[in-house]
């Protein structure tokens, strides 16, 4: 998600400093006012929404900003100015091509929802009843879809688990995820995820740096 936000900042610095050409002839003043743009994005995603979900908005600020730092060296030529254009859109482009063949579908499983496979259901009950299991575990669910199991243990009781993000890295599908306290009632927070594919070797990664191993 942050990727694809500094990237969209990217595109957004240059529309605004295209912009700049019907008002503004010198390239100081042109780079000086989308600096201006990304520095008041990040000063709202700080105090405006704030926290995490400003995070996002903050990140997009870089990008605009990075949009006026290479037009303070390359602004000054017409052809140094063609050459960021097109790098940075053909840039954009491709990477949102990658990232649309190696994308993952997912979805969050429902604990109420009745599962086929290997035995999922009796494991969230596990989890409750031995609150002290952490890491994640992998199972087999409906016309062979893949389903991971997470759960955080008791030290984490009365939190929540939002997934932000599944993407694959070669070998490695990589899940990427946000806990936070909302006295949720379970012992040991759990999330169950469902996947069209999984790759052999499997990353859970939280917004905090916490790495999840798998159960053994």
């Given at each position: 998600m942050f990727e694809w936000m500094f990237l969209i900042g990217l595109i957004i610095?240059?529309?605004?400093?295209?912009?700049t050409y019907l008002f503004v002839k010198e390239n100081v003043k042109k780079v000086v006012i989308v600096l201006i743009i990304g520095v008041l994005t990040i000063l709202?995603?700080?105090?405006?929404?704030?926290?995490?979900?400003?995070?996002?908005f903050g990140v997009l600020g870089l990008g605009i900003i990075t949009?006026?730092?290479?037009?303070?060296?390359?602004g000054k030529s017409l052809l140094w100015k063609k050459i960021v254009y097109t790098f940075l859109i053909l840039f954009v482009a491709l990477y949102g091509?990658?990232?649309?063949?190696?994308?993952?579908?997912?979805?969050?499983?429902?604990?109420a929802q009745p599962i086929t496979g290997d035995h999922l259901d009796s494991y969230f009950q596990q989890l409750?009843?031995?609150?002290?299991?952490q890491g994640y575990k992998t199972f087999t669910i409906?016309?062979?879809?893949?389903?991971?199991?997470?759960?955080l243990g008791s030290k984490m009781a009365g939190s929540n688990i939002e997934v932000l993000d599944v993407e694959e890295?070669?070998?490695?599908?990589?899940?990427?995820?946000?806990t936070f306290y909302n006295?949720?009632?379970e012992k040991n927070p759990v999330i169950a995820i469902g996947l069209n594919r999984l790759q052999p070797e499997i990353v859970i990664m939280d917004t905090n740096g916490t790495t999840y191993q798998q159960v053994k």
């Open positions: 610095g240059l529309g605004f400093y295209a912009l709202g995603s700080i105090f405006v929404i704030g926290g995490f979900e400003g995070m996002p949009i006026s730092i290479l037009f303070s060296f390359f091509a990658f990232s649309y063949f190696n994308q993952v579908d997912y979805w969050i499983i429902k604990k409750q009843n031995n609150a002290e299991i409906l016309e062979g879809n893949k389903g991971v199991v997470l759960s890295q070669g070998d490695t599908t990589l899940i990427k995820i946000r006295s949720s009632p």
